[in-house]
């Protein structure tokens, strides 16, 4: 819709994050007012915080992007943190949206959420049937409960929420640190810099059969700004790219594309995570009008550029 952006109030929870900027740069490209609430003055863990970011901002939209995210080995780590971060957020950010009649709220979950054995692809009806992957459920599961939040409070006081389930993410501005990053950016600092070291070998988690499913961030973006415009409908919306791709070969394309010449080497001690992901991306694209349009070696390519014009040691 022309014009529809055009100085409305946006309030973006998270929204210096790696998500969130590409969320930002969207949204005032469009012409709206984005306010950006930042967690040492905005503590969305506590309940004041998210009514004080309410007043302060006024927001027409909500779009709760905020989040304690990491690969599995930060959330084998940190069960009970993740699952009270993520909670306690949306829970307050969804009871400040009722509170103070916001006009809607985005909200996004994680395929993390759906059961482990799901059947492939991932349907959105399928979220109910299972208990989620042990080693992020208590994330997946978090974030499942706001879900039923923001039905509940739909149903009893009419908040107009919308729920998004990205992807695995990846691309330029991610998390790069080893001790808490996704696959995407943990391979691709491990290339470069063995690359860089003369290093004959990396080591990866797992065994390399797990399958998964990525989407790149600036696609993302653009269809939680056109879920916030154009989507009414309670229901879960999945949004994913649609290529399924082996852990394994993605290990091989990031080397490639990195041009680390050495071996990789599995370390099957570390868990693989859910055995396959790929998701049903049909409702996206029939409610949002949206697919995805980056091919992942594009996107793969774009983001070790990005992560080689860095200071050494820094991502």
Known sequence: MDGFW??????????????????????????????????????LREAPAADSMMKESRPEILIHLAARVGGIGANRRHPGTFFRDNFAMGL??????????????????TIC???????????????WDGYPEETNAP???????????????????????????????????????????????ALIR??????????????????GAATREFLY????A???????????????????????????????????LARFTGKIEWDASHPDGQPRRRLDTTKAETMLGWKASTDLEEGLRRTIEWFEDQPAGSG
């Open 190 to 207: 491990k290339c470069v810099e063995a690359r860089r070291a003369g290093a004959a070998s990396v080591t990866c988690w797992g065994t």
């Open 222 to 256: 653009e269809a939680i700004v056109r879920a916030a415009e154009r989507c009414e409908a309670p229901d879960p919306i999945n949004l994913g790219s649609g290529r399924e791709i082996s852990i394994r070969e993605l290990a091989e394309t990031i080397a490639r």
């Open 92 to 109: 307050h950010v969804i009871e400040a949206a009722r509170a103070h009649a916001v006009g809607k709220l985005v909200m996004t979950g």
């Open 6 to 43: 055009s100085g409305r109030r946006v309030c973006v929870t998270g929204g210096a994050g790696f998500l969130g900027r590409c969320v930002v740069g969207r949204l005032h490209a469009l012409g709206a007012e984005v306010f950006v609430p930042r967690s040492d003055r905005f503590d």
């Open 217 to 220: 961030v600036e696609d993302c």
């Open 113 to 127: 959420s759906y059961p482990k054995l799901t059947p492939v692809p991932f349907r959105e009806e399928t979220l």
């Open 139 to 185: 994330y997946g599961i978090a974030k499942k409960s706001l879900l039923v939040m923001m039905q509940a409070y739909r149903q009893e006081f009419g908040l107009r929420g919308v729920y998004l389930m990205p992807v695995n993410l990846y691309g330029p501005h991610d998390n790069f640190d080893l001790q808490d990053s996704h696959v995407i950016p």
